[in-house]
DNA sequence: GGTGAAACTTGGGACAG
DNA sequence: CTGTCCCAAGTTTCACC
């Protein structure tokens, strides 16, 4: 029962480029062991499977000028599932919106905004959010700071869970 | 009163990095409309500054076996500067923790979890957190759909901003 | 999975505005 | 100081084993 039907090989190819998404591939193929042709293979091949949904360079938002990030939970008046779709797809259009999690619970959404300002953010808020139809609640927390922020997952602890059911 | 010292090339430069970290130089010369050599100084020289902090592989954490992503509210009973700082190294100590970002308002901090399945995370936090020295209160909440997921800032936001300004 | 070879990319140096 | 042109070293990516 390994990952899904990847192996050690590709779980490696991973965490690499997770780790160095801009890595060469000569480079990646030395760290995980095989030579540079296979290794883009399954490169590819991971692409294609949509194990690797892309690549993005993670740029500094606040010396770029977005000084505040909120954290907004939303309930809906109504929860039936064209109204949820219709909020989701609101939240789509909405710059400002970077993430839209459905919750369990007595909130129905977890929004997380990134804003050049706090002014800014408010006038998504008022003009926006609270004019959107079936918003019923909206509480804002902001952010103070930073404490920790990796992206993607962590493999070591999928590389432990395979370990024990080995 | 511009960006940070950026030009609308250097801010080309990093929207494009952004939605896509792996093109290739010449690509990404053509699309912000100068030859390659000045391209690649003006990235390594924004990779020096800090705008670009990294560049990483989007993995699909699904499809990789990562079935389940909780938040989790924390709660802690003295808000000292060094108990807030220690609970902040724990977090960074977990790799389940993937962001813990520090909240105004009722609840301390905000923690994002990704973990392989129910019963993984509820050991985190049975064994982890709930035995955390100064932690008060904890409350988690399941997300049951990812609605909306963009890596990185909005870049149209802050074009828009810098029109008004100029 | 590995090898070799062609096409392309990177990243430096020399130079012009 | 920023852009253009050119060139060697390294990288990607093919066909083939």
Redesign the pocket.
């Given at each position: 029962m390994p990952s899904n039907g990847l192996?050690p090989?590709d779980r490696k190819i991973l965490a690499e480029l997770q780790a160095d998404g801009r890595?060469?591939?000569?480079?990646?193929?030395k760290r995980v062991?095989?030579?540079?042709?296979?290794?883009?293979?399954?490169?590819?091949t991971l692409e294609e499977q949509g194990f690797i949904k892309g690549y993005h360079a993670d740029v500094d938002a606040r010396s770029l000028g977005f000084e505040v990030q909120v954290f907004v939970m939303v309930g809906l008046h109504s929860q039936a599932k064209d109204d949820l779709t219709a909020f989701e797809d609101q939240c789509r259009s909405w710059p400002l919106v970077r993430e839209c999690h459905m919750l369990n619970g007595e909130v129905d959404f977890l929004l997380k905004c990134t804003a050049p300002d706090l002014s800014s953010f408010q006038t998504f808020l008022t003009d926006e959010l609270l004019t959107t139809a079936n918003v019923e609640s909206v509480k804002t927390s902001l952010v103070i700071q930073e404490a920790k922020d990796v992206p993607g997952v962590p493999f070591d602890v999928l590389e432990a869970r395979l370990q024990k059911t080995a």
């Open positions: 192996d090989i890595m060469t591939n000569v480079e990646l193929a062991g095989i030579s540079a042709p296979p290794c883009l293979r399954r490169v590819r």
